[in-house]
Each structure stands twice: as structure tokens, then as C-alpha cells.
């Protein structure tokens, strides 16, 4: 009989042959392309350590180059540190003689500036317009016996103004004028207002008619314009300038912190700039300074 065993084993083994086969072919395809591809990658190898030799020797090439410059740069910076060395030596000396210049003309303008200093105080004595010897603004009518009140011939119509404060003086025969106290304006009428004697200097020279009065803030007609210049402060005056320019306001004066064309006078205060003082003096502005400044305050505007 056939024995179908024997087909079997011929059948697995040409199986396996076959399998063995395409293994062998798979293996082979495998082999050629590894080889391929090493061929390649041995190739772009040889090219990149190729082009690296290349550079290498390009980077050689340019170090005597670098070199050179580095060298140059290295002479310049010593060139240029011994020019400010000799600059250096040149100014050490020249030092003391532009030092000694230098205090010579400061000397100088120290002196010049004394010189001005004097000279505008000179001026000052010699423009200072004292308060003693304005001219009389009105006069005093009907007095009261007992010198508690009176009258003066200023009214509305001649800007009096309620609280203001006038000097009361009487001319004397050689041209002088004698001082005899103080009155306050409580009452306004037209043409004259009732004041009320606030200071009597001597009891046995009291207030009489025909008194002449005055106030050097005071002005009949328009606006009367006081510059106010240096420190006003508490201590050196009765008030600082704040209240100053208040109460003068409230008089009806216009009070400026620097001298102009159209200042009537300036009251000086403490430490005025001396280009201040030079200014007021090309102007020919009358100015009241020293204790007269003081005084107007207290006499004038003061409480």
C-alpha cells in the first residue's frame, strides 16, 4: 500500500527548504544594503574630515594674521599710555601755577566785591529817604482837650482807608519837624475822619490844630507801589512778610517783591543781595532800610 508518512515528511521538508530559501534571499537583500549604506556613511566620513582639515588649516593660516594685529593693538595702547603719562607730568606741573591764577583772581573778585559792597552802602546813606522828612499829608482839626481823639482833614474822597496810622509832627522854625505822637483813622467821612490818639510822646507838647500828619504808605490819589526786598522775619521786625504785604494790602498798597520802574519806595528787610541793592540804585528808587525800615512798620501798619 502507498504510505502517506513518507508524503509527509517530503512535504514539511520541501517547506522547510523553501522557508530556508527566502531566509537566504532575506538575509543576502539585508547583507548588500548594510554593506550599501556603510559605503555611504564611510564616504560622507571622509568628506566631513576632509572639510574639518580644511578649516583647520584656513584657522592656521589666519593666526599669524591675528597675531600681527594683536601686536599692533598692543603698541598703540602703550603709545597712548605714554602720551597721558606726559600729559599727566605736563599738568602736574602747570597745577600750582593755574592754582596760584586762580586765588589771584578770586582775591580779585573778593576785593571788587567788598569795593561794590561799600560803595552801595555809601549810596544807600547817601539816597536813603527817611520817613522824618516826607511833607505833611494833612493836618489835624479840632483836637480834644484830653488828647483821646480828634480829627483830620482826609475823608473818603482822599482814599483813607479805616485803620491807617499817621505820624503826628508840627514844623519848626528851622526846618525841622518835632514829633508828637500817633493817631488812628476809626471814623470816615467825605471830606474828614475822626482819629483816635493813639501815642503821645510828651504829655506837655499834646496834639493841636493845624498838626501835620503823615503816612509814607498812604497816597490821596492812585496807588502807591512799596517793594519789599531781602528777609522780613519775626524778631528783625514786627512781622514777617507775608503779613506785611497783608496789612499793606488792606491799606491799599501795592506790595512787590522786587524793585521796578514804577515802585514808589522800597522797604528794605535783612540780607538783601547786593545785585538787588545795585538795581534799586540804577532805578533812583527811594528806599527805606536800618532801623527806619523797622519803624515804618511798627509806626505805620503795626498793631
Not at 85 to 113: A, G
Not at 251 to 261: A, F, I, T
Amino acid at each position: 500500500g502507498y504510505d502517506f508518512r513518507l508524503e509527509l515528511i517530503l512535504r514539511d521538508a520541501s517547506e522547510k527548504l523553501a522557508l530556508s530559501d527566502l531566509f537566504l534571499k532575506r538575509y543576502s537583500y539585508e547583507n548588500e544594503t548594510t554593506a550599501g549604506r556603510e559605503s555611504e556613511f564611510k564616504k560622507i566620513l571622509l568628506d566631513v574630515q576632509q572639510q574639518k582639515e580644511q578649516e583647520i588649516q584656513e584657522l592656521n593660516g589666519l593666526v599669524p594674521l591675528l597675531n600681527n594685529i594683536l601686536e599692533q593693538e598692543i603698541n598703540k595702547y602703550a603709545a597712548l599710555e605714554k602720551e597721558l603719562s606726559e600729559r599727566d607730568k605736563i599738568l602736574d606741573e602747570q597745577l600750582p601755577v593755574l592754582y596760584e591764577k586762580f586765588k589771584t583772581e578770586e582775591n580779585k573778585l573778593k576785593n571788587r566785591k567788598f569795593q561794590l559792597i561799600q560803595e552801595i552802602e555809601q549810596t544807600a546813606i547817601q539816597e536813603s529817604v527817611s520817613y522824618h522828612a516826607v511833607e505833611s499829608q494833612g493836618r489835624i482839626i479840632n483836637p480834644d482837650v484830653k488828647n483821646t481823639f480828634a480829627f483830620i482833614n482826609l475823608g473818603e474822597k482822599d482814599n483813607i482807608q479805616l485803620g491807617m496810622k499817621f505820624r503826628v509832627f508840627r514844623d519848626a522854625e528851622n526846618a525841622t519837624m518835632r514829633w508828637k505822637g500817633q493817631v488812628e483813622v476809626k471814623k470816615i467821612f467825605d471830606t474828614y475822619s475822626q482819629v483816635s490818639i493813639t501815642q503821645l510822646l510828651n504829655p506837655l507838647d499834646p496834639i493841636t490844630e493845624g498838626d501835620s500828619i503823615n503816612n509814607i504808605f498812604y497816597a490821596a490819589r492812585g496807588t502807591k507801589f512799596v517793594a519789599l526786598v531781602g528777609t522780613f522775619q519775626r524778631g528783625d521786625f514786627q512781622y514777617d512778610r507775608e503779613e506785611i504785604k497783608r496789612r499793606l494790602e488792606k491799606l491799599g498798597v501795592v506790595p512787590e517783591n522786587d524793585c521796578s520802574l514804577k515802585t514808589d519806595f522800597v522797604l528794605m528787610g535783612q540780607m538783601v543781595d547786593p545785585l538787588t541793592e545795585i538795581k534799586i540804585k540804577k532805578l533812583g528808587v527811594p528806599r527805606i532800610e536800618g532801623p527806619e525800615s523797622r519803624e515804618a512798620v511798627l509806626y505805620y501798619i503795626g498793631d
